[in-house]
């Protein structure tokens, strides 16, 4: 039986992998930006998911587990306003901060392992994010999804979020996709 709990401080390694998994290689562009010397991308994935009072923080995931194993995840918290974008702004993450929406519940990331991947998690982990925004009185989820993940975005479509803006993906090493970024949201 697949069971949800919210994450602990122990699940940010986790957390981090399964980020790195959704991210597209987007995370790992900003770890490799902040990581010490002799740090891995996931280690700084996972410090940066131990913190707390912060967006990226463990305290905004909910874990999907099957016997104590974890199986996936889902990181969403509120948005209240969009940052403002200036043309100081890297021209790398520039794309993602123009696909903001506010007020709403942001879905920073969802993954599951391979081994959960069309079992329905994915749907299940929505449902309690879609849950909590209407608990919290939130009008909307949104998230950023990438054009060429097509199964992503036919889960989205399918559970009712509709693109409502893209941007053009800024080519980089890290980054896995090209094309178009697409900001997708769902009215509740």
Same mark, same amino acid.
């Given at each position: 039986?697949?069971?949800?709990?919210?994450?602990?401080?122990?699940?940010?390694?986790?957390?981090?992998?399964?980020?790195?998994?959704?991210?597209? $290689?987007? #995370?790992? %562009?900003?770890?490799?930006?902040?990581?010490?010397? +002799?740090?891995? =991308? /996931?280690?700084?994935?996972?410090? &940066?998911?131990?913190?707390?009072?912060?967006?990226?923080?463990?305290?905004?995931?909910?874990?999907?587990?099957?016997?104590?194993?974890?199986?996936?995840?889902?990181?969403?918290?509120?948005?209240?306003?969009?940052?403002?974008?200036?043309?100081?702004?890297?021209?790398?993450?520039?794309?993602?901060?123009?696909?903001?929406?506010?007020?709403?519940?942001?879905?920073? $990331?969802? #993954?599951? %392992?391979?081994?959960?991947?069309?079992?329905?998690? +994915?749907?299940? =982990? /929505?449902?309690?994010?879609?849950? &909590?925004?209407?608990?919290?009185?939130?009008?909307?989820?949104?998230?950023?999804?990438?054009?060429?993940?097509?199964?992503?975005?036919?889960?989205?479509?399918?559970?009712?979020?509709?693109?409502?803006?893209?941007?053009?993906?800024?080519?980089?090493?890290?980054?896995?996709?090209?094309?178009?970024?697409?900001?997708?949201?769902?009215?509740?």
């Amino acid at each position: 039986m697949i069971t949800f709990r919210p994450a602990t401080v122990e699940d940010s390694p986790a957390i981090a992998e399964l980020y790195q998994m959704a991210a597209g $290689g987007v #995370a790992d %562009y900003v770890w490799s930006m902040l990581a010490e010397p +002799g740090e891995t =991308l /996931l280690d700084v994935g996972a410090r &940066r998911f131990a913190r707390e009072g912060e967006d990226f923080s463990y305290q905004h995931c909910t874990m999907a587990e099957q016997d104590g194993a974890v199986l996936g995840m889902v990181h969403a918290y509120p948005m209240f306003e969009i940052m403002d974008v200036d043309d100081d702004m890297d021209p790398v993450l520039r794309p993602y901060c123009d696909l903001e929406s506010a007020p709403g519940l942001y879905i920073a $990331g969802i #993954a599951c %392992y391979p081994v959960a991947r069309g079992k329905g998690v +994915g749907t299940q =982990l /929505l449902e309690l994010v879609r849950q &909590r925004a209407r608990r919290d009185n939130l009008p909307e989820l949104s998230l950023i999804a990438f054009e060429q993940n097509t199964g992503s975005v036919r889960l989205y479509e399918r559970e009712k979020f509709d693109i409502v803006r893209r941007r053009a993906i800024v080519a980089h090493e890290l980054i896995q996709y090209t094309g178009d970024a697409l900001l997708m949201v769902a009215s509740l």
